[in-house]
């Protein structure tokens, strides 16, 4: 009985304390008497927690706030730079790589390009960014606190990377493995669920509940919040919508499918519809993505159509989610989101003539507002928050 009445105080204590510092994190600065207003803690309670917040350096006490009559209250605020966390977007020709406080200001960012590599190759820039970001890490009192890596892939709630056809992976243990390299606490999440929860968090979603993020880059995923909440399913295999059919005996996938949305409505198709209207590049290794948004800023009628094809694709596969779901916003970012002033025209004509009348009722169609940053600030946020779901005072400071 008393060893259920002390856990059962632990665990209110420690949801306490997560709730206090939660509210000085949303709305710093703020007294103790304001948080024990807006929370309905005792004062004595209060009082306590922000002692321990305070020794854990989680937060830090500022210049008296306004009396209402009295003493000036000591106004409390949250310590973003107590630690840092490596966000990774792992994509199919480039790495981006974040160091972020904890209430998710880039402190340093790297990228790297590269055409299509080796398991092993891929592993290796991994690592060198990893590395570089540690490096580059401001002394602070828990230091790094955290990797997050973003996948184009199907992620398991281990972190194993099931199957990521677009990099040529399956059955990679990539949290396992990361684990090991640099020993420190490891996050990794599908790249579309990231990024749909780095513009829940810091993006165009900040004011919706229930969104879906299309991730449109070489390959394309989906990342849902519902109820404010990233779904993944039972098993975190949830939003491989890139994969759903949108044409019966249509194109061999990489997954196995014929047929898949990707391969029409994604980076690698604009490619390659580049390529098969015979359209010469002006450089000698061929288009990127970058090379057809220039020729279409310059006014290339021909490019132009390219990306109203790929628009409309893009549609098509937008109105089935928004059949099955019915949300409230969808986000389209990663790369083709550069693309947005070519891509909306047939977007939207395709969502008007083929979308059921009442789903339309107040959508909204947004493009990423972190442009191609969503998945590695989100991936970085969700390693932030496991930081601070955890009894901090048990870890031992860098002082």
């Given amino acids: 009985m008393s060893a259920n009445k002390t856990w059962n105080q632990f665990v209110v204590k420690k949801g306490n304390k997560s709730l206090v510092l939660d509210m000085i994190k949303e709305y710093a600065p703020l007294s103790r008497a304001d948080i024990a207003q807006r929370t309905g803690l005792n004062k004595g309670t209060v009082s306590s927690l922000v002692n321990e917040l305070l020794e854990e350096q989680l937060i830090s006490e500022s210049g008296p706030g306004e009396s209402s009559g009295g003493r000036r209250p000591v ?15 792992l994509g199919v020709n480039y790495i981006l790589g974040v160091l972020t406080d904890l209430q998710g200001n880039i402190q340093h960012e790297k990228k790297i390009y590269y055409k299509r590599i080796s398991y092993q190759e891929s592993l290796t820039q991994l690592f060198e960014m990893i ?3 540690i490096s580059v890490a401001p002394p602070s009192p828990y230091g790094i606190i955290g990797i997050a890596v973003g996948v184009p892939g199907t992620v398991s709630n281990s972190g194993e990377v099931l199957l990521a056809p677009n990099l040529g992976w399956k059955n990679v243990h990539l949290k396992t493995i990361l684990e090991r390299k640099f020993r420190l606490p490891i996050t990794i999440e599908n790249e579309a669920n990231a990024g749909g929860y780095g513009e829940k968090k810091f993006g165009a979603g900040k004011d919706y509940n229930n969104l879906v993020y299309v991730s449109a880059g070489i390959g394309i995923g989906v990342g849902l919040i519902l109820n404010e909440k990233l779904y993944k399913g039972r098993n975190g295999f949830s939003g491989e919508l890139g994969h759903m059919t949108i044409q019966a005996e ?35 290794d061929g288009w990127t993505l970058e090379d057809l948004i220039e020729e279409a800023e310059n006014g290339n009628e021909e490019i132009i159509r ?3 094809k790929t628009g409309d694709y893009l549609g098509i596969g937008l109105n089935n989610i928004i059949n099955i779901f019915n949300p409230e916003q969808i986000i389209i970012g990663n790369r083709m989101a550069l693309s947005e002033e070519w891509l909306m025209k047939t977007l939207e004509q395709r969502m008007v ?8 009722k107040d959508l909204h169609i947004d493009f990423a507002e972190l442009s191609t940053y969503s998945t590695a600030l989100g991936v970085s946020a969700l390693s932030v928050e496991r930081f601070l779901s955890v009894d901090v005072s048990k870890k031992i400071l860098n002082n």
């Fill in 75 to 89: 106004m409390l605020l949250f310590n973003h730079i107590a630690g840092y966390s490596i966000g990774i977007d």
């Fill in 131 to 133: 590395n570089h970001l």
């Fill in 250 to 284: 249509g194109r061999e996938c990489r997954c196995g499918n014929r047929g898949c949305w990707e391969l029409y409505a994604s980076e690698q198709a604009l490619l390659l519809e580049a390529d098969k209207a015979g359209i010469q590049p002006s450089k000698a």
């Fill in 306 to 308: 390219l990306f109203e």
């Fill in 353 to 360: 003539s083929h979308t059921l009348w009442f789903q339309h």
